[in-house]
């Protein structure tokens, strides 16, 4: 009888996960909906504009790397909305790919960056890596972009 009982309970709890929407890539995309997206960093409600990013690029190129190098950029970009930008969460596509961003909300027309180390160990030819950031800005995502020429190590 338990049995049973914890079958239904799988199947009926099995039924309400969703599954995950695959990037082209392969890579998971994220939900937007996990960020509450309130116009300021306080969640009060502002009669001002939403953050919003305005990035200097959005696509890096390393050019030619060796493997087993850890090469770095910094993205920066200025909040051109009217209210505190807050970043909920920076994800590499993989392991191989670390963002760093700032924790503090950033003010209407500030700057911030998003620093990003990519580690060719291992990851020989042509490599390009995204970077999912999730703000409190309208869209709430932004995908980030660095690619290398990974030579393979002689």
Not at 39 to 68: D, L, M, Q, R, V
């Amino acid at each position: 009888m338990k049995k049973r009982i914890y079958i239904l309970m799988a199947l009926a709890f099995a039924g309400c996960v969703q599954p995950k929407e695959k990037l082209p890539s392969g890579e998971e995309k994220l939900d937007p909906s996990i960020v509450n997206n309130p116009a300021t960093a306080s969640g009060a409600e502002s009669k001002s504009s939403p953050p919003e990013f305005t990035f200097e690029t959005t696509n890096h190129h390393f050019g030619e790397i060796t493997e087993g190098e850890k090469v770095s950029y910094v993205f920066r970009f200025t909040n051109t909305g009217g209210s505190d930008l807050v970043i909920a969460s920076a994800q590499g596509s993989c392991g191989c790919t670390v963002p760093e961003f700032t924790k503090e909300p950033v003010k209407a027309k500030q700057k911030g960056e998003i620093k990003v180390t990519f580690d060719s160990s291992g990851k020989p030819g042509m490599q390009s890596k995204t970077i999912t950031i999730v703000a409190n800005t309208m869209p709430a995502t932004k995908v980030l972009t660095v690619s290398a020429e990974v030579k393979k190590k002689e």
